[in-house]
């Protein structure tokens, strides 16, 4: 799957989108950029005081990063993460990128062979970048859209789906050196502390005793889209708790890609009180630096409030919101609902009636055939998803972008509907879920339903 999107995306770089030069060309939604507040970036970095050089800018620096870079990061995300104390500039270390920050923290974490556990469906760029390194191994932990009498809501991380991948690993002879948990969720676009809150404060057996004192693990909190929040409900951040078991055991992860959409930036942060793990990463950091031109302008960025709390950030929240609601009122209208979100830019949208069969064949075979169209989204595999038949939707781009997608997404449903209509021989056993080997889902039978008829699907 990951050559597949490689090759999907070669395609869209060869043939992208555009309104009056390639109007036919490819339409990404796969590719996770905020492309919403391009005029209000580019207002900004246009202003005078970005354009002031410093000779110690172009000399080598601090492998952790500029001191003022360091400073400014260190206020900015105490305040925007509401941060229980004010972190200390001396524990960030900036550098090209979180996928940089992926690469060196698993590395020194773990040793070659060693896994981590990671709830899936999750980022599915995680597994290269911590395998590129030091060889580290995921270790799945697999959620469902079903419902239990334990949950509250689809995909939800239990204690209990935990430890069950955690004694799957043992079995297997793999030593799990850390966890890593993704929030707001990617690709699931939720944030509920009460899904982390029973590994990082309520719980405290599943803190002290779970991740420090009977397993050890180090805890990697990836929050790349912790400010790319669009509902009403409040964002809550690891850095805002004030009693996480063993904080020098617990990692925090940030990047300026998603919330600022400056993905061409490659700037990354981490941050962690340990000093050991943050001395060991600093070693590779050099491989990763930022160029200091880059860290003064993004000093400057984010110190300016005023701009970023009556201009930036409302104008983002809005736009974020009208975007997602426009392509998910698109996608009900087609027959897809999607999964409740507030955060994040994509929206997890459930294709299983329009599958063939219950298979990741057959999603691979519709995810083709929107290639066809002319129409590149992210399929469930690529995530890990245990279920076939769901999509990621990236949202953060322009109106007639979405509903272009909307469009080309009936035409391939429709006539694959109009396809199934005339020939409705197929065998019930096509309606049978096959998850992959080890899955412990359970994703629910298929109809042959017509698109037509599936109007009004609430979301889940």
């Known amino acids: 799957v990951p050559a597949l999107l490689d090759e999907a995306f070669a395609l869209y770089v060869a043939d992208p989108f555009d309104r009056l030069r390639n109007p036919q060309g490819i339409l990404n939604l796969g590719t996770s950029e905020n492309k919403l507040c391009f005029d209000l970036i580019e207002e900004r970095l246009g202003r005078p005081d970005m354009n002031y050089l410093e000779p110690e800018l172009f000399r080598y620096s601090d492998t952790q990063g500029t001191k003022r870079f360091r400073e400014e990061i260190a206020k900015f995300l105490t305040d925007y993460a509401r941060a229980a104390e004010a972190l ?52 799945h932990v697999p959620l469902a859209s079903e419902v239990t009498d334990e949950e509250s809501h689809p995909f939800q991380l239990t204690v209990e789906k935990l430890e069950a991948a955690l004694d799957r690993a043992k079995k297997q002879g793999r030593r799990v050196r850390a966890l890593i948990l993704i929030n707001p969720h990617n690709p699931l676009g939720y944030f509920d502390i009460h899904i982390y809150a029973k590994i990082f404060l309520f719980n405290m057996f599943i803190c002290l005793h779970f991740s420090v004192h009977r397993h050890e693990l180090h805890v990697i909190m990836d929050e790349i889209y912790m400010l790319s929040v669009y509902g009403d409900a409040t964002f809550t951040s690891v850095l805002s708790l004030d009693c996480v078991p063993d904080p020098e055991r617990i990692h925090f992860m940030w990047g300026f890609s998603k919330d600022f959409g400056m993905s061409g930036i490659r700037v ?16 590779l950091a050099v491989f990763h630096g930022c160029p200091g031109p880059v ?49 994040g830019l994509y929206v997890w949208a459930d294709f299983r009636k329009f599958l063939k069969s219950q298979t990741f064949e057959a999603e691979l075979e519709l995810w ?81 339903d017509d698109a037509s008829q599936l109007k009004n699907i609430p979301l889940y």
């Open 88 to 139: 200390n500039p001396d524990h960030i270390t900036v550098m090209s990128g979180c996928c940089a920050v992926f690469a060196t923290l698993s590395t020194v974490l773990c040793d070659p062979g060693d896994g981590y556990l990671i709830p899936t469906p999750c980022y599915g760029g995680i597994h290269s970048k911590t395998w590129l390194y030091g060889g580290i191994q995921p270790v």
């Open 268 to 283: 990354g942060v981490l941050y962690t009180r340990n000093h050991e793990i943050r001395k060991a990463v600093n070693q």
């Open 295 to 343: 860290q003064h302008v993004l000093s400057q960025f984010i110190s300016d409030r005023d701009w970023l709390d009556n201009v930036f950030f409302p104008t983002n929240k809005k736009r974020l919101r009208e975007a997602q609601n426009i392509l998910v009122d698109g996608l009900a209208d087609v027959g897809i609902p999607v999964l409740k979100s507030s955060g």
């Open 368 to 448: 083709q055939k929107l290639l066809d169209e002319k129409l590149l989204i992210s399929p469930g595999k690529a995530f890990h998803c245990y279920e076939p038949g769901w999509f990621r939707f990236v949202f953060a781009d322009s109106v007639d972008k979405i509903y272009l997608c909307i469009q080309r997404l009936k035409h391939v449903l429709h006539t694959d509907a109009a396809g199934s209509a005339a020939n409705s021989t197929s065998s019930n056993e096509d309606a049978v879920s096959t998850p992959e080997e080890g899955s412990s889902c359970n994703p629910s039978n298929a109809t042959g």
